[in-house]
């Protein structure tokens, strides 16, 4: 384990499901993170939470919804995906929400059919 | 725009050997750079970091070097094991506002031969 906890590790979800992944990290750090990674592709930041508050959203569709109750934990709300958005997705945390040295969770892995 | 690239997808390597992976990197104003490993059903792990202030950084059986001249990063791992067989990724550091963001590369897949 890392520090930084990713549930669940596998799902697979049709397109007209609604489903969340969770985040949860004992590092106290103060940023997390929303990276997709798909097949031979450079990992895409989606979303940027310092101090709870969303300060980036990387042009991501709307049906990827996050939210950050508190500086623990990090969800990705899922709903009406398309099958293009199978990939697997990444949780990270950093101390000073300045990008130095992410600690990653081990990620979701997500099929839509 | 801005890219972080590694110069090719797999490297395969005998067990015992040196490896060096290579990474070159786009925008000059970059100060702070990461190497990751990602083994396979796992999230990337660090490896090693170096500032734009530093050339050369080591670690266990890992150096990285930066030329900031050509904009290019390595990581070499002395006498390379099995267990080194990973997708290996740079990243580097946008600053912005009050937040920074990681910029990844595409990653290298290192083959150990036994």
């Known amino acids: 384990e890392t520090g930084v906890t990713q549930t669940p590790r596998h799902l697979v979800m049709g397109m007209t499901n609604k489903k969340s992944l969770k985040c949860e990290q004992h590092?106290?750090?103060?940023?997390m993170y929303w990276y997709k990674q798909s097949a031979k592709k450079p990992l895409e930041l989606m979303f940027v939470?310092?101090?709870?508050?969303?300060?980036e959203n990387n042009s991501v569709p709307s049906r990827f919804s996050p939210e950050c109750p508190n500086s623990s934990h990090l969800f990705l709300h899922l709903h009406t995906l398309q099958p293009e958005d199978s990939a697997l997705y990444l949780c990270?945390?950093?101390?000073?929400?300045?990008?130095?040295?992410?600690?990653f969770g081990s990620g979701t892995r997500l099929t839509v059919v | 725009g801005e890219s972080v690239g590694l110069h090719l997808p797999t490297l395969s390597v005998q067990e015992g050997d040196n490896s060096i992976i290579n990474c070159a990197y786009s925008?000059?104003?970059?100060?702070?750079f990461i190497w990751y490993k990602q083994e396979s059903g796992k999230g990337p792990q660090f490896i090693i970091d170096?500032?734009?202030?530093?050339d050369k950084r080591q670690g266990q059986r890992v150096t990285v070097l930066l030329n900031k001249t050509v904009k290019h990063l390595s990581l070499q791992i002395a006498a390379t094991q099995p267990g080194d067989s990973a997708v290996y990724f740079c990243?580097?550091?946008?600053?912005?506002?009050?937040?920074?963001?990681?910029?990844f590369g595409q990653g290298t897949t290192l083959q150990v031969k036994p």
């Open positions: 170096i500032r734009s202030n530093m």
């Open positions: 990270a945390s950093s101390q000073t929400g300045g990008g130095d040295g992410y600690t």
């Open positions: 939470y310092s101090l709870e508050e969303r300060v």
């Open positions: 925008n000059s104003a970059s100060d702070y």
């Open positions: 990243a580097e550091n946008t600053r912005s506002s009050n937040t920074g963001k990681l910029i």
């Open positions: 590092l106290g750090h103060n940023a």
